[in-house]
């Protein structure tokens, strides 16, 4: 940040030591208390000016040590990988040029809608690619024992998770072609197992730093609060015209310190001003979702959190609109987690670490283990948001930490009502996240009206037309 300002926000201890030891996986993380991957710190702090990330790693690790009495070491375990090995007699084409590259490519069964050229690579690359980009299937690193060496060009294509699902399912339709089966078309076979693999074991580390030295605020170099210069103006025709309609929240642009929000209502600026959400905004006249209005601004700040910029856009807001807003608490339905007749959890050893996270497998799962209610409804609305949204509330009464896995069908990929009769002879089990949560783990997902913080627009009022 400028001035050799140094943010991290929001990170889990895992997270910290993940970074201060340059490690990219934290299942590459061993050891350490349960609250290691839940609890979360904010670190704002002063580098060196022109400190290479190795440097500020090393501080990162003294500072970790120094205020959390962090203990750490080095060794090798067993982890859980997928080894990638070939069958006799492959069907890969030697490569015939140097440049390794992997595009998209189009035509063929449209059923296989991820579809991938590789020309001049390697089997090392290979087994890089497919956790990024496979990891409905690979949810583990990948090591490559083909002990094919050289480069080749080939094509790989397989369904989407969803439609794998279906596939397998439905004997009378087209086979199931997941990633596992695309590799074994081309005579390699991907397998899950195990392998020695260099972690970072965490032998201690206190849940609560140190005391932040006195008045170390103020040594810490501080954001703008303001743009340099800023004009709000009605929107003008955006060119080229975007394909979609534009959103509440404008068309945003970044470059070099120039900051263009094109086309936005007064509701979207408010919401990207304030960092809440449409529907926390309560009062002021219809206009303010119909009116679009460009704001164009200039700050040689660069890399500002959206919170900064947020406070910045507010004052921008306030001159121009001559804004007056308040929070107060008011009744808003809000998303409920409560308990149903049978709750179905398992309650944890506690033994392991406290996180949610999801499984990409042959279903897309959520496993949750030394898990709480309410840190369940806190983090649930982060990974199925087509469902629910913030705020969501713990409202089960239900004490403890516990082990459990949930799966739904994302919204966006349940059938609809024609297709699921045209289906009926092969019925695919899809559940919505309500109807996941009750059927495996006995709990019920309601709307209810519950006091929380609101926006609530004082006065406003309407920028003039501009002249033609």
């Not at 997270?15 to 299942?27: K, R």
């Not at 090393?58 to 067993?78: G, P």
């Not at 440049?99 to 059923?111: L, W």
């Amino acid at each position: 940040m400028p001035g050799g300002r140094v943010e991290l926000r929001g990170f889990t201890m895992l997270d910290l030591v993940a970074a201060a030891y340059g490690v990219d996986d934290n299942d590459s993380i061993a050891g350490g208390p349960a609250w290691l991957s839940s609890d979360r710190f904010d670190i704002i702090a002063k580098a060196p000016a022109g400190a290479s990330d190795e440097k500020l790693q090393a501080m990162l690790k003294a500072l970790l040590e120094e205020r959390f009495a962090l203990a750490a070491h080095k060794e090798k375990r067993d982890m859980p990988m997928f080894v990638l090995t070939a069958k006799s007699g492959t069907r890969l084409q030697v490569a015939k040029g140097e440049t390794a590259k992997i595009d998209t490519f189009d035509g063929g069964d449209p059923t296989l809608n991820n579809r991938y050229q590789f020309t001049a690579c390697t089997m090392e690359e290979l087994a890089g690619f497919l956790p990024s980009h496979a990891r409905n299937f690979v949810n583990h690193p990948v090591v490559d024992e083909t002990h094919l060496k050289g480069k080749f060009d080939f094509q790989l294509a397989w369904m989407g998770i969803n439609i794998y699902r279906k596939a397998k399912s439905n004997p009378d339709g087209p086979p199931a072609v997941g990633v596992l089966e695309a590799l074994d078309k081309l005579g390699l076979r991907l397998e899950p197992g195990t392998r020695p693999a260099p972690v970072i074991v965490v032998d201690s580390v206190n849940e609560v730093p140190t005391p932040n030295a006195a008045n170390v605020t103020a040594k810490i170099p501080k954001f703008p609060d303001e743009f340099e210069v800023a004009e709000v103006r009605p929107a003008h025709p955006i060119s080229p015209p975007p394909a979609r309609p534009v959103p509440a929240t404008g068309l945003i642009r970044e470059e070099n310190g120039r900051i263009q929000i094109l086309s936005a209502t007064l509701n979207g600026l408010l919401t990207l001003a304030f960092q809440v959400q449409a529907r926390m905004l309560v009062g002021g006249p219809k206009w303010m979702d119909e009116d679009r209005f460009d704001v164009i601004a200039k700050t040689s700040a660069l890399d500002l959190p959206d919170d900064v910029l947020g406070g910045m856009l507010k004052k921008v807001l306030v001159e121009n609109f001559h804004l007056a807003t308040h929070t107060e608490d008011q009744s808003v339905p809000v998303y409920t987690l409560l308990a149903g007749k049978a709750p179905k959890l398992k309650p944890s050893g506690g033994t392991g670490r406290s996180e949610c996270k999801i499984v990409q497998a042959e279903h897309r799962s959520y496993v949750c283990t030394n898990t709480t209610m309410q840190q369940f409804a806190e983090q649930l609305p982060g990974v199925a948001g087509a469902y629910v949204y913030r705020p969501m509330l713990d409202l089960t009464g239900i004490r403890g930490a516990f082990d459990f896995q949930l799966w739904w069908t994302p919204k966006g990929q349940l059938s609809s009502p024609a297709a699921a009769a045209e289906a009926a002879t092969t019925p695919v089990e899809e559940l919505t996240l309500s109807e996941a949560l009750d059927k495996q783990l006995g709990l019920k997902l309601e709307q209810q009206k519950r006091p929380v913080p609101v926006l609530v627009i004082d006065r406003v009022e309407r920028l003039p037309s501009e002249k033609k």
